[in-house]
């Protein structure tokens, strides 16, 4: 079946230094979804990528959709300690209706 | 306050027993899925219901069940606990198209002693 993979597995930071999470999938994907979960938070999402090679910002964080729509990345400019948290990518099946597959996550510790 | 109400945020009970997690969707989607979280771990996907029907099924063992009623609200029904079964389980909404993602409820956290 689909796999969602994700790399690292956990990432410690200064900060102030950038942080970035990649994401893989075994299948290409028709968009890709980011999600941020706090320590004893829910999962809260984040934005969606749907077209190839598309590149969105918010504020100090970039998302990319590689090429192929199989791979995706996000990235933490200057990290802050409000950045900590797991950062999940979930991606939905080209010939899937409507569920997504989670990845493991990446979680991401910011030391002050 | 995400709009997305599950009930009740903790549950301890003893193995071998059954409970029920309730979910009410945000106003408005039709779809609701169920995750399991254990410690440490990612979003394990239990299942989907869109409008009242069952859309898709995950890693949902046969002792747990779920449904969509009417009003849109759903239950997960886990049954014969084991301590295994100790997780943060989560409930998620979306619109038709989940162009705005899923909106996920707080959790019920299940602790199986």
């Known amino acids: 079946g689909q796999q969602v993979m994700q790399i690292p597995q956990y990432q410690h930071v200064q900060e102030g230094e950038d942080f970035t999470t990649y994401c893989n999938s075994s299948t290409t994907l028709s968009n890709i979804q980011w999600y941020k979960q706090r320590p004893g938070g829910h999962p809260v999402f984040l934005i969606q990528l749907v077209k190839s090679g598309e590149v969105k910002k918010q504020k100090r964080l970039t998302f990319q959709f590689g090429e192929a729509k199989k791979n995706s990345s996000l990235h933490i400019t200057a990290t802050q300690t409000t950045d900590v948290g797991t950062y999940f990518c979930?991606?939905?099946?080209?010939?899937?209706?409507?569920?997504?597959?989670f990845g493991p996550g990446t979680s991401l510790s910011v030391i002050p | 306050d995400s709009g997305v109400t599950q009930t009740p945020k903790h549950l301890i009970t003893a193995t071998g027993q059954r409970v029920t997690l309730r979910c009410s969707p945000r106003s408005g989607d039709l779809s609701v899925y169920w995750y399991q979280q254990s410690l440490d771990q990612g979003l394990q996907f239990l299942i989907q219901?869109?409008?009242?029907?069952?859309?898709a099924k995950g890693n949902i063992l046969e002792r747990f069940s779920a449904q969509q009623f009417p009003d849109l609200h759903s239950e997960l029904n886990l049954s014969s606990l084991e301590l295994g079964d100790s997780a943060l389980y989560f409930c998620?909404?979306?619109?038709?198209?989940?162009?705005?993602?899923?909106?996920f409820g707080s959790g019920t956290r299940l602790t199986v002693v």
């Open positions: 998620a909404s979306s619109s038709q198209t989940g162009v705005l993602g899923y909106t």
């Open positions: 219901y869109y409008n009242g029907e069952e859309r």
């Open positions: 979930a991606g939905r099946k080209k010939t899937s209706y409507d569920k997504v597959i």
